[in-house]
């Protein structure tokens, strides 16, 4: 392509850029009326989202303002108001989009479905505001909605506030037509004036860029006589001047310049050092980094034979130690190339130290721990690799132990990442140091560390495993406070048995977990069935975090009568999980792993909404044959969420249930745990008019004083009471007394376990008014047990 097409390209690709600025600007007009559009209405929903979850302002001093959230009446008012002043359509949803609040009363009670793409779910879950296009069934155009969602004083997300902001944007883009339709005529003028501008000045650059072009073309084939001379006062015309200047120049030095000083400049600028060894070995020619590299300087390299610090050899490129005048040292690589007939070489000189010295680094960062020191799992793996190669070829045995810290989070959340690094340094320290010195100790990341030793049968592996134990279960001082921790040890004796370094590893992984469920603190030694059990737990893992969203959890109710009619009084909420694979599970197939892996309290949300829907809706069904109230088992997580009150709140709004009908049950090891903690949590429940029940009573804190510190309403004693109570007197006394005492404190006694007649007949008969268990009716799905009793009922 010639210069004047690319010039002509030039200014069209000028052109392009002016129409391309204009349509950048055309849309950052419209971007910005959109971006302010949403920005008010963004605004907009949050003070009305403000309203819902707090209250408008009252007028009377003092008087706190109700959440229009808690109140449908107040809220369409609000909403109406809203519409009819601000033209606005608003819609406020509750965590389960379902419509609180609608301009449409007919809408209200349903759930939201014009969110195609999940925006409101999105914002309930993050909180983060969102837009979205709501398209209509009438054809009539999508419309522009934003959701923020609507948070309660403790942080906790009860729903949303969806605004339409369509008329707003198009009231804002109607303002800036004007200004669209200027700067799309300015920009089609400046178009036009580019393209004739750019057409003119193609000519004349081309015509005087062609007198320079044949004139090089002729110098390049020899002749320095050619000249130019273009007449002007502009770049071109001097260009051609400075050419027909050069081409003398050159016609008068070019044989000068070829010579000495060329190469001259080439060996004083070389980067390496050059020196020139005549027949004698003597040097005779140093540049200036060949006296820098040595040290010598360039005078005191000549003169000097050049054998005595450069050695000889086969090798195409020699490397050595060099030692400078100066007592410092540096790597030097080296090539002697013969030149001539007469013995002469040129001697080529690098400084190869910081490579050398870099190299080094990066081996040894590649397989050893930056924190410790110690070997990394690369490098442990390499050398039980060949530990196993050895093992194999003597005949002697050789183990693997795989350590993991029991209690570092703990340290490591409370005291800092500082304090954890200091910790994980002094366990290197104190396993190198109960160690034998040939044995291997690496860090594998984290809190988990490795130890290979060979040569050592299984008993010397056991010796070496408590050694480890003993030595990390003294107490580290950390940034001046004691830090408790212990280890958990896997052993893998004879390794010669495994083909794979990497399988190795992997058991003593195995083995240590299982010394983790054994109760930390001590070694386990891996056996074949280990991984099967951790592959069946951890595949029942998996499946049980998708339990819930799946829909596979069942809510079971468990009768609790009245005494002495047998009357149902309430029931108690228990979960059960339909596995796809092993059917129905009881809860104590499941719950341990659900509280191992911090799914409880998933689940715990789940049964505590599920058992307030199902008791409301069976009051609506049948009041007469309802229970009074339902139990809901509250695990320990549970009970330390910071929002706990709220989400109960949370769930007794939303499905209608009164709070006088639900009550939470805890344990009494759960209920001791932090007694203050628990006591204010427990009384925030109550001042919903939520009860409290200790279930297990008589199990597990052995004091009768919590009863005093700890606000409950409700004691469950324990089955082991009820067991052998027929023909005991003894034990009879006992729970006689528990239920006296629970009915002198003002607390509903209910007794758990009852499995016969005689339990019963006994049980009312000492004075007890509410009772549960097998005999009086097992948990069992909710439509079951509806039928069950409204049929006994109408018996």
């Not at 909605?145 to 902001?165: C, M, R």
């Not at 048995?497 to 469920?517: C, F, H, Q, S, W």
């Not at 009908?661 to 203050?676: P, S």
């Not at 597990?700 to 700890?710: A, K, N």
């Amino acid at each position: 392509m010639d210069v004047r097409r690319k010039l002509l390209g030039a200014f069209l690709v000028a052109a392009a850029m002016v129409a391309g600025a204009g349509v950048v600007v055309l849309s950052a007009d419209t971007a910005s009326v959109r971006h302010a559009a949403r920005s008010e209405a963004d605004q907009l929903a949050r003070g009305i989202a403000q309203d819902v979850a707090y209250g408008l302002p009252t007028t009377r001093t003092g008087q706190d303002p109700t959440p229009l959230f808690y109140d449908p009446e107040a809220l369409r008012l609000y909403l109406t108001r809203m519409h009819d002043l601000q033209h606005r359509d608003i819609v406020v949803v509750d965590r389960f989009e379902r419509i609180l609040a609608d301009v449409v009363p007919e809408e209200v009670g349903t759930v939201y479905t014009q969110d195609e793409g999940h925006e409101v779910e999105a914002t309930i879950e993050d909180s983060r505001p969102r837009v979205f296009l709501e398209h209509t069934d009438d054809g009539a155009g999508a419309m522009m909605q934003v959701v923020v969602p609507v948070t309660g004083p403790a942080g906790v997300v009860k729903g949303a506030v969806i605004l339409e902001y369509t008329q707003l944007y198009e009231q804002m883009r109607a303002a800036t037509e004007v200004t669209r339709r200027i700067i799309i005529v300015a920009g089609l003028v400046c178009i036009l004036l580019v393209m004739v501008l750019g057409l003119f000045i193609s000519r004349s650059i081309t015509r005087r860029i062609n007198s320079l072009t044949r004139a090089v073309e002729v110098i390049r084939d020899g002749d320095y006589t050619s000249r130019v001379g273009l007449r002007g006062g502009d770049e071109i015309s001097r260009l051609g001047r400075a050419f027909d200047d050069m081409a003398g120049r050159l016609e008068h030095s070019m044989r000068e310049i070829l010579a000495k000083e060329y190469t001259d400049s080439i060996l004083a600028n070389a980067g390496e050092g050059i020196c020139g060894v005549g027949a004698n070995n003597r040097i005779i020619f140093a540049n200036e980094a060949a006296g820098r590299i040595t040290g010598f300087g360039v005078s005191g390299l000549l003169g000097l034979n050049a054998q005595e610090f450069l050695p000889d050899s086969d090798d195409a490129e020699r490397e050595v130690t060099f030692e400078r005048p100066d007592g410092t040292s540096v790597r030097v690589a080296y090539t002697i190339s013969p030149i001539g007939k007469d013995g002469g070489a040129v001697v080529v000189l690098r400084d190869v130290t910081r490579q050398r010295d870099l190299e080094y680094d990066l081996r040894h960062q590649a397989l050893h721990d930056g924190l410790t020191g110690l070997p990394n799992r690369k490098l442990f793996l390499d050398r039980l690799d060949h530990a196993m190669t050895r093992a194999r070829a003597s005949g002697e045995s050789a183990t693997v132990l795989y350590l993991d810290l029991d209690g570092f989070k703990k340290v490591n959340d409370s005291l800092g990442h500082n304090a954890g690094d200091v910790l994980l340094r002094t366990t290197a320290e104190r396993l190198t140091g109960a160690l034998r010195a040939p044995d291997t100790v690496a860090r594998l990341g984290g809190d988990e560390f490795a130890v290979l030793l060979e040569g050592a049968d299984q008993e010397t592996a056991e010796r070496y495993a408590q050694a480890c134990l003993d030595a990390l279960n003294q107490p580290f001082v950390v940034r001046g406070r004691k830090a408790v921790v212990s280890v958990s040890v896997g052993i893998v004796p004879g390794i010669t048995g495994y083909t794979d370094a990497e399988e190795v590893l992997r058991n003593a992984d195995v083995a240590m977990y299982a010394a983790k469920a054994r109760g930390k603190g001590c070694f386990q030694i891996f056996e074949n069935r280990m991984h099967e059990l951790l592959l069946d737990k951890l595949d029942a893992e998996g499946r049980l975090r998708d339990a819930v969203h799946r829909g596979e959890l069942r809510l079971h109710l468990q009768p609790v009568v009245a005494l002495p009619g047998r009357a149902v009084g309430g029931v108690e909420a228990l979960v059960r999980w339909q596995d796809p694979e092993r059917g129905l599970q009881q809860p104590g197939a499941f719950i341990p792993l659900a509280e191992e892996t911090g799914l409880i309290a998933e689940i715990d949300r789940w049964v505590l909404f599920e058992a307030c829907m199902t008791v409301r809706r069976w009051q609506e069904l049948d009041p007469a044959a309802a229970p009074a109230w339902v139990s809901v088992n509250l695990s320990a997580v549970e009970l330390e969420v910071p929002d706990l009150t709220d989400r109960v709140a949370y769930a007794l709004s939303t499905t209608g249930l009164s709070p006088q009908c639900l009550v939470l049950e805890l344990t009494e090891t759960v209920l001791m745990r932090d007694v203050a903690v628990t006591s204010a949590r427990l009384e925030e429940l109550r001042e919903l008019g939520v009860k409290i029940a200790i279930d297990d009573f008589g199990t597990g804190y052995s004091s009768l004083g919590y009863l005093r510190d700890i606000p409950v309403d409700v004691l469950k004693v324990d089955r082991s009471f009820i067991t052998d109570i027929v023909g005991n007197p003894r034990q009879q006394e006992l729970v006689s007394a528990v239920i006296q005492l629970g009915h002198t404190l003002g607390l509903k006694v209910v007794v758990e376990g009852i499995e016969t007649e005689d339990q019963l007949t006994l049980l009312t008969a000492i004075g007890c008014r509410y009772a549960q268990g097998y005999y009086l009716g097992r948990p069992e799905p909710v439509a079951a047990l509806i039928e069950r009793t409204t049929t006994g009922s109408e018996t």
